[in-house]
Protein backbone atom coordinates (compact mmCIF):
# COMPACT_ATOMS: atom_id res chain seq x y z
CA UNK A 1 0.00 0.00 0.00
CA UNK A 2 1.60 3.31 -0.79
CA UNK A 3 0.92 6.71 0.97
CA UNK A 4 1.23 10.11 0.71
CA UNK A 5 1.76 11.87 3.97
CA UNK A 6 1.63 15.90 3.88
CA UNK A 7 2.90 18.36 6.51
CA UNK A 8 4.26 22.07 7.13
CA UNK A 9 0.73 23.81 6.27
CA UNK A 10 -0.89 26.54 8.79
CA UNK A 11 -1.49 29.99 9.95
CA UNK A 12 0.54 32.95 7.89
CA UNK A 13 0.26 36.59 8.14
CA UNK A 14 0.39 37.95 4.52
CA UNK A 15 3.77 38.04 2.95
CA UNK A 16 4.77 35.47 4.95
CA UNK A 17 6.21 32.00 4.12
CA UNK A 18 5.25 28.42 4.67
CA UNK A 19 6.92 25.50 3.18
CA UNK A 20 5.14 22.40 2.73
CA UNK A 21 6.01 18.53 2.58
CA UNK A 22 5.03 15.48 1.05
CA UNK A 23 6.89 11.79 1.73
CA UNK A 24 5.62 8.55 -0.40
CA UNK A 25 6.25 5.48 1.19
CA UNK A 26 5.37 2.07 0.05
CA UNK A 27 5.87 -0.76 -2.45
CA UNK A 28 7.18 2.05 -5.27
CA UNK A 29 9.10 0.76 -8.27
CA UNK A 30 9.48 4.51 -9.57
CA UNK A 31 8.12 8.23 -9.13
CA UNK A 32 7.82 10.44 -12.33
CA UNK A 33 6.01 13.21 -11.73
CA UNK A 34 5.66 15.39 -8.77
CA UNK A 35 3.26 18.33 -7.93
CA UNK A 36 1.06 20.82 -5.54
CA UNK A 37 -2.58 21.19 -6.37
CA UNK A 38 -5.14 23.65 -4.24
CA UNK A 39 -8.42 24.12 -3.91
CA UNK A 40 -10.06 26.89 -2.42
CA UNK A 41 -13.33 27.13 -0.64
CA UNK A 42 -16.10 27.12 -3.44
CA UNK A 43 -13.34 26.59 -6.57
CA UNK A 44 -12.20 23.52 -8.44
CA UNK A 45 -8.99 22.29 -7.87
CA UNK A 46 -6.04 23.65 -9.67
CA UNK A 47 -2.08 23.08 -10.40
CA UNK A 48 0.16 25.11 -8.26
CA UNK A 49 3.23 24.00 -9.40
CA UNK A 50 5.01 20.66 -10.85
CA UNK A 51 7.85 18.83 -11.17
CA UNK A 52 9.26 16.10 -13.62
CA UNK A 53 11.58 13.18 -13.12
CA UNK A 54 14.58 14.94 -14.46
CA UNK A 55 13.80 18.15 -12.56
CA UNK A 56 11.73 20.42 -15.24
CA UNK A 57 9.09 22.12 -13.36
CA UNK A 58 5.71 24.31 -14.26
CA UNK A 59 3.75 26.97 -12.03
CA UNK A 60 0.84 28.15 -12.31
CA UNK A 61 0.78 32.23 -13.34
CA UNK A 62 -0.19 33.26 -10.13
CA UNK A 63 2.40 31.98 -8.00
CA UNK A 64 5.28 32.45 -10.27
CA UNK A 65 8.17 34.08 -8.76
CA UNK A 66 6.94 33.44 -5.16
CA UNK A 67 6.89 29.59 -4.41
CA UNK A 68 9.33 26.87 -5.56
CA UNK A 69 8.94 23.70 -6.02
CA UNK A 70 11.41 20.76 -5.32
CA UNK A 71 12.23 16.78 -4.71
CA UNK A 72 14.36 15.06 -3.09
CA UNK A 73 14.65 11.38 -5.38
CA UNK A 74 16.22 9.69 -2.51
CA UNK A 75 13.72 10.16 0.52
CA UNK A 76 10.23 10.15 -2.19
CA UNK A 77 9.39 13.01 -1.31
CA UNK A 78 8.55 17.03 -2.92
CA UNK A 79 8.51 20.24 -1.30
CA UNK A 80 6.58 23.84 -2.12
CA UNK A 81 8.34 26.33 -0.56
CA UNK A 82 6.11 29.40 -0.46
CA UNK A 83 7.21 32.84 -0.41
CA UNK A 84 5.27 36.35 -0.26
CA UNK A 85 1.74 34.89 0.66
CA UNK A 86 -1.24 36.79 0.01
CA UNK A 87 -4.86 35.90 1.31
CA UNK A 88 -5.63 34.40 -2.08
CA UNK A 89 -3.47 31.76 -1.71
CA UNK A 90 -5.69 30.48 1.41
CA UNK A 91 -6.85 26.81 0.40
CA UNK A 92 -6.42 22.99 0.81
CA UNK A 93 -3.14 21.91 -0.56
CA UNK A 94 -3.01 18.35 -2.07
CA UNK A 95 0.50 16.50 -3.54
CA UNK A 96 0.00 14.51 -6.36
CA UNK A 97 2.57 12.02 -7.34
CA UNK A 98 2.48 9.73 -11.00
CA UNK A 99 4.22 6.50 -9.84
CA UNK A 100 4.72 2.69 -10.61
CA UNK A 101 4.23 0.49 -7.71
CA UNK A 102 4.20 -3.32 -6.46
CA UNK A 103 0.63 -3.65 -6.77
CA UNK A 104 -0.04 -1.68 -10.02
CA UNK A 105 3.46 -1.33 -12.05
CA UNK A 106 1.96 0.89 -14.50
CA UNK A 107 1.74 4.87 -14.42
CA UNK A 108 -1.09 6.08 -12.07
CA UNK A 109 -1.73 9.30 -9.65
CA UNK A 110 -1.55 9.12 -5.93
CA UNK A 111 -2.49 11.68 -3.53
CA UNK A 112 -1.64 13.53 -0.37
CA UNK A 113 -4.56 14.12 2.48
CA UNK A 114 -4.41 17.45 1.96
CA UNK A 115 -2.91 20.30 4.15
CA UNK A 116 -4.85 23.63 4.95
CA UNK A 117 -2.78 26.75 4.28
CA UNK A 118 -4.39 29.91 5.51
CA UNK A 119 -2.97 33.42 4.65
CA UNK A 120 -4.64 36.57 7.00
CA UNK A 121 -4.25 39.37 5.55
Known amino acids: QVQLVESGGGLVQAGGSLRLSCAASGSIFSINSMGWYRQASGKQRELVASITETGRTNYADSVKGRFTVSRDNAKNTVYLQMNSLKPEDTAVYYC???????????????WGQGTQVTVSS
Open 96 to 110: QMSMQTAIQPWPNDY
